[in-house]
C-alpha cells in the first residue's frame, strides 16, 4: 500500500492484514459513554500512517456528539469497527509525530 492513494479495496486488504496486529490501547476518556483504542505514531507508525491516509482518502464524514457537543469526524469503517484519527496533518500534509488513531466497535456488529 502506497502512502497516499491507491485502490480502496487494496487499502482495506491490506489493514485487515495489518490491524490486528497493531498496539492497542484501551482508552481511559470517555470510556463511560464512548469505549473505544487507539495507537499512536509514535509507537506504530508505519500503522498509524496507512490508517490515517486511508481514513482521509475512503472515509465518510459524520458528527459525533457527547455531553451536548457535536465535533465532525472523518470515519473509515472496517470488520466491526469505525476509526477515525485526532487533527494528524502537519503544513504541507505532513503526519504530526503525535497523531492518534482511534477505532471503536461499531453497535449492531
Given at each position: 500500500?502506497?502512502?497516499?492513494?491507491?485502490?480502496?479495496?487494496?487499502?482495506?486488504?491490506?489493514?485487515?492484514?495489518?490491524?490486528?496486529?497493531?498496539?492497542?490501547?484501551?482508552?481511559?476518556?470517555?470510556?463511560?459513554?464512548a469505549?473505544?483504542?487507539?495507537?499512536?505514531?509514535?509507537?506504530?507508525?508505519?500503522?498509524?500512517?496507512?490508517?490515517?491516509?486511508?481514513?482521509?482518502?475512503?472515509?465518510?464524514?459524520?458528527?459525533?456528539?457527547?455531553?451536548?457537543?457535536?465535533?465532525?469526524?472523518?470515519?473509515?469503517?472496517?470488520?466491526?469497527?469505525?476509526?477515525?484519527?485526532?487533527?494528524?496533518?502537519?503544513?504541507?500534509?505532513?503526519?504530526?509525530?503525535?497523531?492518534?488513531?482511534?477505532?471503536?466497535?461499531?453497535e449492531?456488529?
Amino acid at each position: 500500500m502506497t502512502e497516499k492513494g491507491g485502490d480502496a479495496q487494496e487499502a482495506k486488504e491490506h489493514l485487515r492484514q495489518f490491524v490486528p496486529q497493531g498496539n492497542w490501547h484501551t482508552a481511559k476518556y470517555l470510556s463511560d459513554v464512548a469505549p473505544h483504542q487507539y495507537i499512536r505514531m509514535r509507537e506504530e507508525p508505519k500503522l498509524a500512517s496507512d490508517l490515517i491516509w486511508t481514513i482521509h482518502d475512503y472515509g465518510v464524514d459524520e458528527e459525533f456528539q457527547v455531553y451536548g457537543h457535536k465535533k465532525m469526524y472523518r470515519y473509515y469503517y472496517l470488520d466491526g469497527y469505525k476509526y477515525w484519527y485526532m487533527e494528524p496533518f502537519l503544513g504541507g500534509g505532513e503526519l504530526h509525530p503525535d497523531s492518534v488513531v482511534n477505532r471503536a466497535k461499531v453497535e449492531g456488529d
